[in-house]
Every structure is written in structure tokens, then in C-alpha cells.
């Protein structure tokens, strides 16, 4: 059985308030499973972000940024720097993953009648599992996060996701 709580009654509730700020974080065996158990190297990595619907992320930790992966934002790169943003497998009718299949950030996220929801991946958890990956995420995020700046892509992004919103907001 996997591990997590399956909240889609409660989600479909509130339509997704959690999925519409942020894309539910991975742990690597997500990325082993979405790479058919090949090897987690950066060539692999990269070809998954490229063509899939992952991002790079980091938030702050003593002092450094600390990388993990997440589910990629609608309208945005696979380099996080957007921050909040809608989760690319939101619909109308809720999550478009399967709950089995879902990253663990989805499966471990526990809905609450009261729409406030509790993660139970914790940040201790993403950095316990992401630790041996730094490296190469820093590579990734670095070459990439370079070349989308130099071309305007992020700024690009932001436009076409203010677009977005005003037209799917009500």
C-alpha cells in the first residue's frame, strides 16, 4: 500500500487551494520511478525536466540554497524561481495524477475540512532525501537558470502566467 493520505474528497471541496500556490515537492525515488528506475545522472535529470513536468527548486538553508525538485508550475520553466504558481497536473477536476503515482510532497499533503491542510513531508525529509543529489541539481539549476535569464525567458514567463491567471480567475 502507499504511503500518504488520499484527500481527493476534501480537494475537490476547495478545488485545489494548496495545488494553486505550488506544485507538490518529489523525493528521488519519484524521479527513479518517472525515469523507468534508470540511474538518477544529471544527463537523465535534465532530459526529464526538459520534457516533463518537473521543476528545480530551492529555498534557503544556513545560508545556501538547497535544491529539490518539484512539480513544474503552469505557464513557467523547469527552473523554480517563480516561486508560487499553479501545479501543472491541477484540473477542474482535481489532481490529474493518481494518487499512487503522485510525488510524495502530493501523497503526503493531509486535507483538512477546515482547508487547513498539513504536509508531512517535512523539510527534515526533503533534506535527508536530497542531500546526495546537490551537485548535480546545482549544475542543472546553474546552466539553466544562466541561459533562461540571458534570453528574457523568466520574465517571459511571468507575463504569459499574469495572462493566465486573469483569464482563469473568477
Request: hydrophobic share 30%.
Amino acid at each position: 500500500m502507499i504511503e500518504g493520505f488520499s484527500s481527493d474528497r476534501i480537494c475537490a471541496r476547495c478545488q485545489g487551494r494548496c495545488c494553486k500556490t505550488m506544485g507538490c515537492s518529489l523525493e528521488p525515488a519519484d524521479m527513479l520511478r518517472a525515469l523507468g528506475n534508470r540511474t538518477l545522472t544529471q544527463e537523465n535529470v535534465e532530459e526529464l525536466l526538459q520534457n516533463g513536468k518537473f521543476a528545480i527548486d530551492s529555498f534557503q538553508l544556513k545560508g545556501h540554497d538547497f535544491y529539490y525538485l518539484r512539480m513544474k508550475h503552469k505557464c513557467f520553466t523547469f527552473i523554480g524561481i517563480d516561486a508560487m504558481g499553479e501545479c501543472i497536473a491541477l484540473t477542474e477536476q482535481g489532481c490529474s495524477i493518481a494518487f499512487e503515482d503522485r510525488p510524495k510532497g502530493g501523497r503526503m499533503l493531509e486535507g483538512q475540512e477546515d482547508g487547513r491542510c498539513v504536509q508531512h513531508y517535512t523539510q527534515e525529509m526533503m533534506i535527508a532525501d536530497w542531500e546526495p543529489y546537490q551537485g548535480m541539481l546545482r549544475t542543472i539549476w546553474n546552466h539553466w537558470h544562466d541561459k533562461f535569464e540571458a534570453e528574457g525567458i523568466f520574465d517571459k514567463c511571468e507575463e504569459e502566467y499574469m495572462q493566465y491567471q486573469m483569464k482563469n480567475r473568477r
